[in-house]
DNA sequence: GTGAAAGCGCTAACAT
DNA sequence: ATGTTAGCGCTTTCAC
């Protein structure tokens, strides 16, 4: 294996010093021999010398690079998060490592230590479970952490900064536009709710049924198989079984909130599998509005995260303060989900059978 | 911002010199004092030690990573080939620097040359534009580059070895069975055509219809938007915008073919945009068998890749490489896809408006 | 069993 | 305007 040339070779081939080349590379040619340089250049493209990134890091313990934690690679969504962060971080110059942890905590402090090990700085942590304790300690070495879809806690808050959508104003809208259909009971049907997003949202559906007077009830929140280290990567799989779940209850649910789109779309095929259909029988509501949302029969009525400009202020956010910049507090930005309503909500066929009293809704 | 601790703080901790700590982290502690040994992971612990990637790798030369480029984030089927990767290279011990490049062999030839210039030697390739010819330099340098979905070509050859479904055979069975239908005019939804995959997949179609006497048609293959440098973030966008196109031609096809289940599912809504339905109508068959597939109603049929087998035998195969097991011949492992047919395909209504003398094949 | 010393490929302060 | 030099943090012979 013909091993690549380095620094020194350059040199020599351009009859000049390994400096004069770190200088040509690092664009420091300000008062230097145009024809010096020119000969570097040409030993450079003869040789196709590519400089040791480890040696130069090691020198200058700046890499430029940036991590991105996702869960579940699955949902088209943190694929488009990774392309926004990915090219917004290239505006900067910075390189992004994409690392999968699968809503497992463990794996996220894995991914985050391999990260500072390989002179990663900064981080930015989408949908990360409830605590971030297990980042606790790199917070403190120095590792910068942008949370992203995840409101910022107290005191003592590991996030340097955080975008996200108010995930409870979401939910509410959400579930709000169910009410105001006319349903009374409505299902939830999500992973395992330890992030601090799905947490919001499903705070979020409790205050609008408490706004409207609709009493909770436990057995219409369906969080899928309690397995611990349970990811989801088919989240479709599961909200197709939490809809057929929700809907063989004594009193089934007039419609389904899914924890995100793909849960909403497993939640149509759920509903199908039983005979009922979408919206007549069952109305469901996504979270995300993913490009699929509008591709599927009938189109998804979703809560709509505006990702690209969401990624690009984390990004700015997480670089500043890599960068050193002066930044007085931890600046959290909240942004306001809009919801977009579709085809896959309409008012109940029929009220629930408790004895409410309420008014017949006809379709 | 309080700067991690080295191997030679946690020495002094330790009471040891620096090779001791080495030798404790590299597992060369079979004739060590188990007392020594306890002390230095105690140190390790208190100081919170994490050893400096950079100047391991500067050392060894060595950094257990490999590289893995695809293209389309947006669609599931990348992200779980991701995923498997990751699982797959982990038991080897190793991690998985995951790019994307976006169908676009410039960013596939810098996030190459990013990789090689991090150490990395070993890359795992997923459909990259036709020719191999911007990767040619550093296979030559020694980058190890294993081709996923990538039927190998010829001499001088850039891929090491390659796993990848027999596209050909995929493309034809799914035309096969379209034509099996009843189908005679079948239109092809995809994005540029310029890939290995896409080739044989459209190999597939031209060899299926020659083979049942059908007269190709150029008009019926939609090659998308021929903007250079155009990616697909969005198959399902441009699924549906094809099958627009398609049924709106003078002599319409009765079945679409779409190049991945992505593109299938945009040809629903493009379908149903024009107030027809599927499979009535038209029959939809896609490729991939992504989850989504047997969700959506009608659940599609599709061409299923072996997607865990084929990512664990393309990590297995490039590790082997990576680690100078004398390897002989580059190894190209085919398999063989499957068609799951589901209810998306159905015989057509009625025959084309062509006076061929085909019995009317009723639904 | 453990420590001392050299050096991986690069950068940056300093010397020329 | 260019060259010399001294490490960055770690691994790895080789001595003790």
Redesign the interface.
Known sequence: ????AGIHDVARAAGVSASTVSNVLNGRDHRMRSDTKRRVLAAIEEL?Y??????R??KTGQ?KTIGLIVPS????F???L??EV?RAAMGFGY?V????A?RDAEAERLYA??L????VRGVILSSSPLSFEHLG?LA???MVVAGFDQQTGGPGEVLACSVSVDNVVGGRAAIGHLIELGHRRIGIVSGAIRTRSRVGRLAGYHAALDRAGIARDPALVWEGPSVSGFGD??G??LG?AGARHLLGLPDPPTAIFGINDMYA??A??GV?DLGLSVPEDVSVVGFDDI??A????PTLTSVRQPLGAMARSAVAALIARLQGEAVEEPAHVTVVPQLVVRASTAPPRRTDGRPHGLKETAR
Chains 1, 2 share one sequence.
Do not use: D, I
């Open positions: 294996v013909p091993n690549s196709g590519m400089p040791n990134a480890s040696a890091q090691l890499n690679v699955a949902n088209p943190w694929g488009l990774a392309h990915e390189k490592l994409f690392c999968n699968e230590e391999m500072w090990s390989s002179g300690g403190r070495r120095g990567t088919e479709a799989q197709r779309l497993g149509y095929a199908r490009s699929l509008e591709m599927v029969q």
